[in-house]
């Protein structure tokens, strides 16, 4: 399957089976869906996580596998049902992030003159200003929960994906089917839906993927701040917790480990599927992998950087 | 020349819309913002305090765009108001002191990370398919995934905690005396070297592999195969063909990159309780000490710009073309 086919392809079906051909992808898939699977089951299966059961700070045993935390609540517990909020809320703030981007981004690519440079200039002051600092003042004005930390990294992390979306648009606009379909007098509307957007798809889900990541750990460390809500189970709170009821001085490592270790996890998974995905859709990539392999059977030994035959063998 | 004002221009556009997100800021809680405001700290503050509140976020009467133009000239004579949770003493102050450290801390780590980073990427392009190639990426991307503050936490429970061969926090020894000697350098140097390792670690990845990706198609080009061709040595041909203009993406990103790592330096510093910053900010936030959060803000971001506009310098000397036409 070429790049174009695939760009084009029929959707899900498409996707799934670039996943199966690939596999970092399909690591990185499998992965996430067991995450994703304890994002939807935990919560039913758990049990309350706010429970008091035992001592606190206990270390990990037969009774509970990941210990108990600095208030005597049972950290795997803990780490099953906050699976889901901040799973979720990294997904939507990801999605979001790339919704605003792409508007942004798509309509400056496409009109360009003075739109371009009003909305360049204005995603660009969003860039370069430090985000973490911006999203913890705005944060800590608002009533702090989800919705507050999702809103705010929606406003501090949009402007990376405008950026990339706006080039991707600049390029797309000056092919020959974009300018065929301005000359067939379609309206702008219909070529940014039909034309311009249908061809960034692969480009929009990787940096879907990729906001998710960014998503996951801001979220995580705002609510490490406390700027979220403290009393709901989430990572970034189990964190929080572990942090003021000073694990480190006690060493009780268990209540800081497993937290951190699923945020990675996820963040690595959701990696390794963009770069399996770039790999598919990259034609570049795509093209030095046929010729690596192409060589390799020929008994030749491709050289370091491009492929091409060094030494015959 | 005009490239380089044309880009101070820019900055200052992004300084006055990060002082004007900062006054707006407050006025965006429901209701009226003083009475929100002081409802929060009923009973807490003294009248001074609340008069200085009152002051420093111009919530006088009048209509808006008089308020904005109060607010406007304190910041331009840097008075950012009085902190509430060390009052009296004035935002300016506050931040001053912690100032320092956070740009000690997160200077000398970001520019670390980029060197290092950097040149493992030349070496992950060169031995392609190396183990350099192979293993290191994914790991750096693992450990880029962990969040910062984490890897601080875990670094420090195992070096500082268990194993004991680092300060648990702090920039140096409650006992040794501040000065230009060796014996305090070398303290602030053993304090500062597990945060910086953290941190460096957690962003090594992005450098690796936006190096290792454009070396690659570089040393696929022509003017490389030219000098491959004329014998020159492996090593000339790698750093100062290749990599010199390999490093421009690089470059570019690294003034995106310097915001986000101090963001993530903030929460480094909270782990270790170093007084920069970040701990400053934690503090703020904590006593709800809004002049103080904003003066932070204000100060991060436009140390950003500064360094941002420095970085403009670097790409100017670095890159031919831009120079070219900027002249």
Redesign the interface.
Known sequence: MSAPDFARGNGLAAWALAIRRDRKALAGASLLGLFALVAVVGPWVAGDPTALVGIPLQAPSAAHWLGTNGQGQDVLTQLIVGTRVSLALGFIVGLLVVLIGALVGVTAGYFGGRVDGALSVFSNVFLVLPGMPLAIVIAAYLPSGPFTVGLVLVVTGWAWNARVLRSQALALRRRDFVAAAIVAGESDFRILMAEILPNMMSVLVAQVIGSTVYAIGAQVGLEFLGLGDVSRVTWGTMLYWAQNDSALLTGSWWTFVPAGLCVALVGFALTLLNSGFDEITNPRLQLERFWRVHLIRRGQLPGRSTPVVREHA | MRYLLKRLG??L??AW??VT??FF??R??PGDPATALFARFKGKLAPEAIDALRATFGLTEGPLWSQYLTYLSHVLRGEMGVSIAYFPAPVSQVIGTALGWTLFLAGSAVVLSFVIGSLLGVAA?????GWVDTWLPSAL???????????A??A??LFG??LGWFP?GHAYADDSVPGWTLAFAVDVLRHAALPMFTIVLATLGGWLLSMRNT??SV??SDYVNLARAKGLSPARVVLRYAARNALLPSVTSF??AL??V???S??TE??FSYPGQGYL??Q???N?D?PL??G??LV??LA??GA?WVVDLVYLWLDARTRDSAS
């Open positions: 820019f900055y556009v992004a819309a990060a997100i900062n800021l407050p965006l809680m392009a060169w031995w392609r398919r991307v693992f450990a880029g995934a962990l969040p910062y503050f984490w890897l936490m875990a420090l429970y905690f268990q648990l070396m690659i040393l696929g003034g995106m915001g986000f101090l963001g993530g903030l929460l909270i782990v900010l934690v703020a936030v904590r709800q809004y959060m904003q932070i803000f991060i971001t950003v710009l941002n």
